[in-house]
């Protein structure tokens, strides 16, 4: 078996597919910070404006297409086995660029989850017709199936990163502030346990000082460099 390659993504690998990140211009939407509407106090108090919130941004990953780092990565999944990629992203775009190992540690924004009768399923509907969207088996308030601040986890995705942190001999971290937890932690659990970590990131972050290497670039150009130190 090969060496186990890990592969962390956050907002920044899909920025030059045109889906904006949390953090950082071209993030807002009506003067709304994300942090005060992905929150389950946000929706509760005003499902209606979360959800356009939600629409706005499925309208936009709608028309985006994988980029080159996107692609990047699916032949590097091709051509080296022992290759995975958790990601925090809830556009699809890893798996729409043809990767096949894809944790998705905060769900993905396609799904939705009844508040209801719990049922959970896939909802392609953009723009949506009714907001906020009902419960096809029950009517009930439907929610994005992804994971809000303050919530945890999927408990299978997070012990099966944490396995592979710890397990992995190198670790690309790619476009993520490392500001959001759990995920945030991993980059640092993989270190202790002997990894090395590469950071393609343009700007600093709390990763920066325990990687290896530093790749100061945009996520496109900094896997190309990656790809010739490999
Ligand atoms: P973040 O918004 O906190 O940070 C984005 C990071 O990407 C920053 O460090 C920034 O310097 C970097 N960046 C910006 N442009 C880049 C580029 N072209 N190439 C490489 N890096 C670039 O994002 P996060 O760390 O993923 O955490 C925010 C949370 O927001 C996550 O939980 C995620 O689920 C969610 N989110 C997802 C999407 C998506 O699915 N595309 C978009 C926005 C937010
Ligand atoms: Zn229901």
Redesign the pocket.
Known sequence: MKELILVLT???????SG??????EG?LWKQFK?EELATPQAFFKNPKLVWEWYDWRRQIISKAEPNEAHLLLAELERRLENFFIIT????GLHQKAGSKKVIEL?GN?WRVKCTNCKEEYELYEVPLKEIPPKCKYCGGLLRPA?VWFGESLPEKALSESFALAKNCKLFLV???????YP?GYLPFLAKQHGAKIVE????S?PISKIADVVIRE??SK?LRLFEKML
Do not use: C, L, M
């Not at 956050?10 to 030059?16: K, P, Q, R, T, V």
């Not at 889906?19 to 950082?24: L, Q």
């Not at 925090?88 to 556009?91: F, K, M, P, S, W």
């Open positions: 956050g907002a920044g690998i899909s920025a030059e889906v904006p990140t949390f953090r950082g993030g994300p925090q992203n809830v556009d905060h924004i992804v790619i476009g993520t502030s490392g500001v959001v995920a393609i990131n343009p700007e972050t945009k996520a900094g």
